[in-house]
């Protein structure tokens, strides 16, 4: 007979705020079996996250709560604050979205894991060394006694979210609430965090309530599913239920949202213009001077490689999709095409221009036919400005001729984009504060097409959002590519998404090309053992493929773009073992019509499970 560890029932949470009640969650009911995965998806604002905290006394103080929770039979709303104490963290763990405001800064690793040793088991000292260390490895972290004495800001993200996951698990709870663990990690990160997960529940036999908005994640990891829209539960049933028979349209459309690898694209894409390319970069170099310690009192400087001679070619109304993990030099590669950053070395043309650092006066006309769209549009947008404001500035310096008109045929032309990215003109005076992700990013959008550009850049324009508004995004890049006839540089880590949007797709890794070609050839046979790696680790939303396709994983962490030696990690044959040498630089292969790879060792350097 099974052993029920958490039972929600009909749990409301509702916040007093200034302008009235906010019922953020809605009469849920859940119940999670000791050694099971639950699922709860759902779009931002559905009241995901709110259920378990407001469960385990987590809330604000303007926050409500009524219902019943209880944990392996006992009640917990209503517990004191001395009792929620002694549970939190020894029957109950959470581990959050995001690690680096999660760990407190100004501790160690070591200090922040004894806090729950101390604690919870009044252990400490050498004691409590050893078993911080045991966990740490045993969340495959290298290394671990070095990594003790270090600080959240000296980790990788992918280290610190497993720091986390040691910490929340080296009590050994009876359930871990695991909420959004891996949105905001690369693809091989996010795989090995998820398998360290599912390894711990088998393991310790340890419930998850696994919170996200990823249906891959979910097929891949959850036994049961709750399906949460605007604070209620409005689907239940086993993955294979809810993937294979979903009841209700938003279970469906969900579902139907989620770019997947295999299968047809959402969207036919219209093919390029032939003729010559309006862009060609050309053996582009970008590196930063860094100061290391080497023993001196000075330390020395070292060249940090962003992006270590790339090139390629864009035609007109082309999109190239730019993939490759975090610090692999895909942003820094962008920001150097449009000229935002100085590039070391290497030539762009853009229209038939050589765009020389120096000229400052050519690279500013080129503005107009250059633009980007950046990945956090609130970051992106001037708060204080209007969205009619922001969107008309890029005419304030390109379209004199409308200043000259008026004001009227300026908000005429705003109006009129808006309408095109699907934005309400009757929104022309509101704030980026007073509109949703999901609508400021079609600002963004608005505001980098308002010019009709011949290039524009994407970088990471849709990673933040929830998959159904992220579908309607790439739908209205796609539309205003026909439409304008532009072309793209379009950059993610979720090749699923690339795959949607791209005709080429360029695989980097640490600042060098490792793979070139037509997306569908590289997303089907890829060559490189790294694009081998990106491809096993990307989700898929079928619970059978998810669980079954063999899992590829690179070993170990990324290693330091400082050290000469770290590009040739799949070349390793060819590495003079010193970490300023000049290294070998691997070669280009022809391996079919337009598909290009870099030189390298045969995969024994994967390790397959």
Request: charged residues 25%.
């Amino acid at each position: 007979m099974t052993e029920t560890v958490l039972e929600i029932s009909d749990l409301s949470v509702t916040f007093d705020t200034p302008d009235g009640e906010v019922e953020a969650v809605k009469g849920v009911s859940l119940k999670i079996d000791k050694g099971e995965c639950l699922g709860i998806v759902g779009e931002s604002g559905s009241g995901k996250s709110q259920t378990f905290l407001a469960a385990f006394g987590l809330t604000s103080a303007n926050a409500r709560v009524s219902g019943s929770v209880k944990f392996q039979g006992r009640e917990v709303l209503g517990m004191t604050r001395k009792e929620l104490d002694g549970f939190r963290g020894r029957h109950v763990a959470f581990v959050f979205q995001d690690p680096l405001t999660a760990l407190t800064p100004h501790m160690t690793v070591a200090a922040q894991m004894g806090e729950v040793l101390a604690h919870h088991f009044q252990v400490t000292g050498a004691v409590a060394r050893e078993r911080a260390i045991e966990w740490l490895e045993r969340v495959r972290i290298p290394e671990a006694a070095r990594r003790l004495s270090q600080y959240p800001h000296e980790l990788s993200g992918g280290m610190r979210q497993r720091v986390m996951i040691a910490m929340a698990m080296m009590a050994e709870p009876a359930l871990l609430v695991a909420d959004e663990p891996t949105t905001a990690l690369d693809a091989t990160v996010q795989a090995q965090v998820l398998d360290l997960i599912e390894d711990l529940r088998k393991d310790t036999g340890a419930a998850v309530a696994l919170i996200t908005h990823d249906m891959g994640v979910i097929a891949r990891m959850a036994q049961c599913v709750a399906v949460m829209r605007r604070g209620e539960v409005v689907e239940t049933g086993t993955v294979e239920e809810i993937y294979s028979a979903p009841k209700v349209d938003y279970t469906r459309m969900l579902l139907a949202a989620v770019p997947r690898i295999d299968g047809a694209r959402a969207q036919t894409l219209a093919p390029p213009d032939p003729g010559p390319p309006i862009l060609d970069v050309d053996d582009v170099r970008v590196s930063f001077p860094v100061k290391v310690k080497d023993g001196s009192l000075f330390g020395k400087i070292k060249p940090l490689r962003a992006v270590d001679g790339v090139s390629f070619q864009l035609r007109a109304a082309e999109t190239l999709g730019v993939v490759g993990e975090s610090g692999c030099g895909k942003s820094t590669l962008a920001r150097a095409v449009v000229q935002l950053l100085p590039r070391n070395a290497g030539k762009v043309t853009f229209l038939g221009r050589n765009l020389l650092p120096s000229e400052k006066e050519a690279i500013r006309r080129s503005r107009q036919d250059l633009q980007i769209v950046f990945q956090d549009p609130l970051a992106s947008l001037d708060p204080r400005m209007t969205l009619g404001a922001s969107i008309a500035e890029p005419l304030l310096s390109f379209a004199p001729e409308l200043n000259r008109a008026g004001r009227e045929e300026r908000e005429e032309r705003v109006k009129e984009i808006m309408l095109q990215v699907g934005l309400d003109p009757d929104l022309i005076n509101r704030y980026p504060h007073e509109l949703s992700g999901g609508q400021n990013q079609r600002v963004g959008v608005a505001r980098a097409m308002i010019l009709k550009p011949k290039l524009v850049v994407c970088d990471e324009a849709v990673s933040a959002l929830d998959v159904s508004i992220q579908a309607q995004i790439l739908k209205l890049l796609i539309d205003l590519q026909c439409e304008f006839h532009t072309s793209m540089l379009f950059i993610s880590h979720d090749l699923a998404v690339v795959r949607e949007i791209s005709h080429n797709v360029l695989v980097l890794y640490l600042g060098r090309a490792v793979e070139y070609g037509p997306s569908e050839t590289i997303l089907t046979d890829p060559r490189h053992p790294y694009t081998k790696a990106l491809l096993a680790a990307s989700p898929t939303p079928d619970p059978d493929i998810a669980r079954n396709k063999p899992r590829v994983r690179l070993v170990g962490d990324l290693p330091s773009p400082m050290d000469t030696r770290a590009p040739l990690r799949f070349l390793k044959s060819r590495i003079i073992d010193n970490p300023d040498a000049t290294q070998y630089r691997p070669r280009w292969i022809e391996v079919g019509a337009g598909h290009f790879v870099a030189e390298h060792d045969p995969v024994e350097i994967l390790a397959a499970e």
